[in-house]
């Protein structure tokens, strides 16, 4: 444990970037969760596992010498309208720690309290989006997704004010930093042009060291940015998420799935589908999700600017230049995403309409999106027999089939990797939920959370927990913990 050397490297940038802020104490604390596979990889002092030390820095209400606490400044579009000054309004950013591997990762409260950019907000957190981000973040880790992790859970012992009292928490969040794409607008808003590039040097050293010596380093950060977003994009649709929020303050530079306020995955296949109760207008629908991506990215070139090149115009033009190559980007990560889902080892273009045509099928017959793709395991397909009429049904598998003997690969094996048989469903996530709040009971919690970080692997004991809703269960919204 010896190697746990906390850093503040993003103290190292312009005083506008963040303000010094501390957690509000908590009258109660205790455990709800704590993650110890990852206090292992960050080496986090055995002397903060499971302890009133541990309480006392998950809930912030003593934190070591070891940390220094700020809020950071971002703006941001959210539903596409700017708001120039957001900022952590109950995050508060501890210290950044290296994992085993050696990368910095920051370390992060959630819901403790308020901050400079709390904007009349409380700054906590009700324990339900507490409890939905650290199960769900933690699934999505064990997908292969690249996400933000959860490392702790604490209640508060204090109720939180929404539209009804209900019980605090916080999490304790990991991330390879929390800089968005509204970090760096609200950096370029700024009137001094040295704030930008110190923050787009920062990322660049900090997530693309190999730009740094580059003719174009700002260009090489934009591409990165582009790629990356593309490609998590992808991995989200194969996977049926909708991430309900995608303001430019929630995509981050590192493309890294971030807030899992409204997120939810989707069941009976909708290319309409909505679950977030603030999207009225469908702006973050789930087959909206790479054109909001791509609108999200040309805001980040916006605050790049000036940094591509001396003369706008030229630096607008390398901008278009590679906000173009994202559609291609994303339908490559697309085509090859769900190409391996159908076993698929080297798609070609003829392929997206084999692809596109079998979620047809879905979306007709509002087949589960999950079990249908996982079901062509199956030689006889139970559940798609079930759900649609036979004739279309066959047609479609005999094409697919074909497809598959056209190859000299085994698509069984690139299917089970490609197919989980268990996702968060929402209604487990809200069963999980509703009995920590009535009762404080944690068997469901740590059940799934068990099963979950083993999501490709059927077996008797996640059985239970590999269907959709019934009509009685199903959760058609969900809601943000501010």
Same mark, same amino acid.
């Given at each position: 444990?010896?190697?746990?050397?906390?850093?503040?490297?993003? @103290?190292?940038?312009?005083?506008?970037?963040?303000?010094?802020?501390?957690?509000?104490?908590?009258?109660?604390?205790?455990?709800?969760?704590?993650?110890?596979?990852?206090?292992?990889?960050?080496?986090?002092?055995?002397?903060?596992?499971?302890?009133?030390?541990?309480?006392?820095?998950?809930?912030?209400?003593?934190?070591?010498?070891?940390?220094?606490?700020?809020?950071?400044?971002?703006?941001?579009?959210?539903?596409?309208?700017?708001?120039?000054?957001?900022?952590?309004?109950?995050?508060?950013?501890?210290?950044?720690? @290296?994992?085993?591997?050696?990368k910095r990762l920051d370390l992060q409260l959630?819901?403790?309290?308020?901050?400079?950019?709390?904007?009349?907000?409380?700054?906590?957190?009700?324990?339900?989006?507490?409890?939905?981000?650290?199960?769900?973040?933690?699934?999505?880790?064990?997908?292969?997704?690249?996400?933000?992790?959860?490392?702790?859970?604490?209640?508060?012992?204090?109720?939180?004010?929404?539209?009804?009292g209900l019980a605090g928490a916080i999490l304790?969040?990991?991330?390879?930093?929390?800089?968005?794409?509204?970090?760096?607008?609200?950096?370029?808003?700024?009137?001094?042009?040295?704030?930008?590039?110190?923050?787009?040097?920062?990322?660049?050293?900090?997530?693309?060291?190999?730009?740094?010596?580059?003719?174009?380093?700002?260009?090489?950060?934009?591409?990165?940015?582009?790629?990356?977003?593309?490609?998590?994009?992808?991995?989200?649709?194969?996977?049926?998420?909708?991430?309900?929020?995608?303001?430019?303050?929630?995509?981050?530079?590192?493309?890294?799935?971030?807030?899992?306020?409204?997120?939810?995955?989707?069941?009976?296949?909708?290319?309409?589908?909505?679950?977030?109760?603030?999207?009225?207008?469908?702006?973050?629908?789930?087959?909206?999700?790479?054109?909001?991506?791509?609108?999200?990215?040309?805001?980040l070139a916006e605050a790049l600017l000036g940094?591509?090149?001396?003369?706008?115009?030229?630096?607008?033009?390398?901008?278009?230049?590679?906000?173009?190559?994202?559609?291609?980007?994303?339908?490559?990560?697309?085509?090859?995403?769900?190409?391996?889902?159908?076993?698929?080892?080297?798609?070609?273009?003829?392929?997206?309409?084999?692809?596109?045509?079998?979620?047809?099928?879905?979306?007709?017959?509002?087949?589960?999106?999950?079990?249908?793709?996982?079901?062509?395991?199956?030689?006889?397909?139970?559940?798609?027999?079930?759900?649609?009429?036979?004739?279309?049904?066959?047609?479609?598998?005999?094409?697919?089939?074909?497809?598959?003997?056209?190859?000299?690969?085994?698509?069984?094996?690139?299917?089970?990797?490609?197919?989980?048989?268990?996702?968060?469903?929402?209604?487990?996530?809200?069963?999980?939920?509703?009995?920590?709040?009535?009762?404080?009971?944690?068997?469901?919690?740590?059940?799934?959370?068990?099963?979950?970080?083993?999501?490709?692997?059927?077996?008797?004991?996640?059985?239970?927990?590999?269907?959709?809703?019934?009509?009685?269960?199903?959760?058609?919204?969900?809601?943000?913990?501010?």
């Amino acid at each position: 444990m010896s190697s746990f050397q906390p850093e503040h490297s993003y @103290r190292q940038l312009p005083p506008i970037c963040y303000a010094d802020c501390q957690p509000t104490p908590v009258k109660a604390p205790q455990f709800i969760a704590f993650n110890q596979a990852l206090a292992a990889e960050l080496a986090l002092p055995e002397a903060y596992w499971h302890s009133t030390a541990g309480l006392d820095l998950f809930s912030g209400n003593q934190l070591p010498a070891w940390t220094a606490p700020l809020a950071q400044a971002y703006a941001g579009h959210q539903f596409a309208h700017y708001v120039p000054r957001l900022g952590d309004g109950r995050a508060i950013l501890l210290a950044e720690v @290296r994992d085993s591997q050696g990368k910095r990762l920051d370390l992060q409260l959630k819901g403790a309290g308020q901050t400079p950019y709390s904007r009349r907000g409380d700054g906590r957190s009700p324990i339900g989006p507490v409890i939905r981000e650290y199960l769900i973040s933690e699934a999505m880790h064990a997908l292969g997704v690249p996400t933000t992790r959860a490392l702790a859970a604490v209640s508060t012992g204090e109720v939180v004010f929404r539209d009804e009292g209900l019980a605090g928490a916080i999490l304790t969040r990991v991330a390879s930093s929390h800089i968005r794409i509204g970090t760096l607008q609200f950096a370029a808003s700024q009137s001094d042009s040295s704030v930008v590039k110190a923050l787009a040097d920062y990322v660049i050293a900090r997530h693309y060291p190999t730009l740094t010596h580059t003719e174009n380093p700002y260009r090489g950060l934009l591409h990165a940015v582009i790629a990356g977003q593309a490609a998590l994009v992808a991995q989200w649709m194969s996977l049926g998420f909708i991430h309900g929020v995608m303001n430019t303050d929630n995509m981050l530079l590192s493309a890294e799935t971030i807030d899992y306020g409204p997120c939810a995955f989707m069941e009976a296949y909708n290319a309409q589908q909505v679950f977030s109760y603030i999207d009225q207008q469908g702006r973050y629908a789930y087959k909206n999700q790479p054109a909001v991506a791509q609108w999200n990215l040309a805001r980040l070139a916006e605050a790049l600017l000036g940094l591509l090149a001396p003369d706008q115009a030229a630096a607008i033009e390398l901008a278009m230049a590679e906000l173009n190559q994202f559609p291609d980007i994303y339908q490559q990560q697309w085509l090859s995403r769900f190409a391996a889902k159908l076993g698929i080892a080297h798609p070609v273009a003829e392929d997206r309409s084999l692809i596109e045509d079998f979620l047809n099928l879905l979306q007709d017959a509002a087949a589960d999106f999950t079990l249908s793709f996982r079901d062509l395991l199956n030689a006889d397909t139970p559940y798609l027999q079930q759900k649609i009429a036979l004739a279309p049904l066959q047609q479609w598998l005999a094409r697919w089939q074909q497809r598959l003997a056209s190859q000299q690969v085994a698509a069984h094996a690139i299917m089970a990797k490609a197919n989980p048989v268990l996702i968060p469903r929402n209604h487990l996530i809200q069963q999980v939920i509703d009995e920590i709040s009535d009762t404080g009971d944690l068997t469901l919690f740590n059940t799934l959370h068990k099963l979950w970080q083993d999501p490709f692997s059927a077996t008797p004991e996640n059985a239970p927990y590999q269907q959709p809703a019934s009509a009685a269960q199903c959760v058609k919204q969900t809601f943000c913990g501010t």
